[in-house]
């Protein structure tokens, strides 16, 4: 006997073969038993029965979809910046001039934990609305022992609080704070030997992650990062090549990267050598939009590769205030030229890859049972619509 059966609903299981990537199974069924999926096919198939049994009407059910890279704790916003760049002032040169990352670092530290919370959660709760399950949560606007594992200890709340999965990242290799003024390789040292051994130790960071780039760290600095994050027993992922070719897509794929994020400007070995490593290229519309980018990531070298590509918010104040992830479906269609079927693949199967997470993103049985259900007439309008909500439904292990 099942826990609970879902049926008259058509499935997408992102766990097809190459010619039916979506998986789809129409009038399908699936049973949870423990919080995991114990049958998954036909209706007409399903074996016995369940305590609890929910007719969908012909609702879409995707596997609870997954947000793999947000900085969603943070204080205050950056809209005046966003005016100044619309005057003519360019991203780095905001952050030259001490504005940009800082700004919100300044914000940030001032906030007490209670107030980040607060100031996290209706963000939050607009992506779980959207049929987000698993959402990754970066520190990096701390800078600090204490500021991180502040921010970090927000997300962890986040999750106790709400009926979300959230993975937390140490990026406190994101900016250089005001105390490390012009001492740049002096603050990575201190990065890789006080901070993440520290925020390691605590358990509060799932994985540790670093910004590649000539307003941020160089790859000399990244390397020290990444090697006292595997001393730590942390996997790494990047922050590469957003704005420049830093070789950063050939570092992050050397040393074993979940993922490589951005990628505009990577190179096409860069992209092959993350392809043979197993890390995952995270494309971030949001910020391209909204920073107004030009060069767009080389997704033909990508696909050539068979690199795996994963699709997410990036949800920050400075370079992507973007709170819907079905709305970076779009842009990744429309901007990148994904396929529906690439960029639903990027926010649940290669989205949960991005976190190392092989029990979710895929319907299957043995899985985590956490679903998405839409009043969708096919998968396409998930990608297609700017705005709106078609979730009608959403499962946390079983449960929801
Ligand atoms: O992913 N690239 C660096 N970090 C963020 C931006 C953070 C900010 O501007 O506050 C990003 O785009
Ligand atoms: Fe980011």
Redesign the pocket.
């Known amino acids: 006997m099942f826990d609970r059966v879902w049926t008259g609903a058509h499935l997408c299981t992102m766990d097809g073969p190459p010619e039916d990537p979506l998986g789809i199974v129409e009038d399908g069924a699936i049973a949870a038993k423990d919080g995991r999926i114990a049958w998954i096919g036909r209706r007409r198939d399903l074996p016995g029965r369940a305590a609890q049994a929910t007719e969908c009407h012909g609702a879409w059910i995707l596997p609870g979809l997954v947000d793999c890279?947000t900085?969603l704790v943070f204080a205050g916003d950056?809209a005046a910046e966003f005016e100044q760049r619309l005057a003519g002032a360019s991203?780095e040169a905001i952050a030259r001039a001490g504005g940009?990352?800082l700004s919100?670092v300044r914000a940030t530290r001032a906030a007490g934990e209670d107030a980040l919370l607060r100031e996290a959660e209706p963000r939050l709760v607009g992506l779980m609305a959207e049929g987000v399950t698993t959402v990754e949560i970066k520190s990096?606007?701390g800078l600090s022992l204490e500021a991180e594992l502040a921010q970090l200890r927000v997300a962890r709340r986040l999750a106790a609080e709400h009926p979300v999965e959230v993975a937390t990242t140490l990026l406190a290799a994101?900016a250089v704070p005001p105390e490390f003024a012009g001492r740049r390789a002096e603050y990575a040292r201190h990065v890789a030997e006080e901070i993440l051994p520290a925020a390691a130790a605590s358990g509060l960071a799932d994985a540790v992650d670093a910004?590649c780039?000539r307003i941020?760290f160089t790859p000399e600095e990244t390397e020290m990062v990444f090697e006292a994050a595997r001393a730590a027993g942390l996997p790494v992922k990047l922050?590469a090549d957003?704005l420049s070719d830093g070789g950063g897509a050939a570092l992050a794929a050397r040393h074993g990267a979940l993922s490589a994020?951005?990628l505009e400007y990577a190179n096409p070995e860069g992209l092959a050598a993350m392809a043979r490593a197993g890390s995952v290229a995270v494309l971030?519309p949001g910020?391209f939009h909204f920073l107004r980018e030009e060069r767009r990531p080389d997704i033909g070298a990508m696909r050539a590769a068979g690199l795996r590509m994963a699709v997410a918010t990036?949800l920050?104040?400075?370079?992507?205030p973007a709170l819907s992830l079905l709305l970076m479906l779009n842009l990744a269609c429309t901007l990148f030229r994904l396929t529906v079927a690439e960029a639903l693949l990027g926010v649940t199967r290669h989205a949960a890859a991005a976190l190392g997470l092989s029990d979710r993103g895929r319907l299957a049985p043995g899985l985590r049972c956490d679903l998405a259900l839409y009043r969708i007439g096919r998968p396409a309008e998930l990608c297609y619509w700017m705005g709106g909500n078609p979730c009608t439904g959403r499962v946390l292990a079983g449960r929801g």
């Open positions: 890279h900085h950056r991203y940009g990352i919100t990096g606007y994101h910004f780039e941020a922050h957003q994020d951005h971030l910020a990036d920050n104040p400075g370079s992507s």
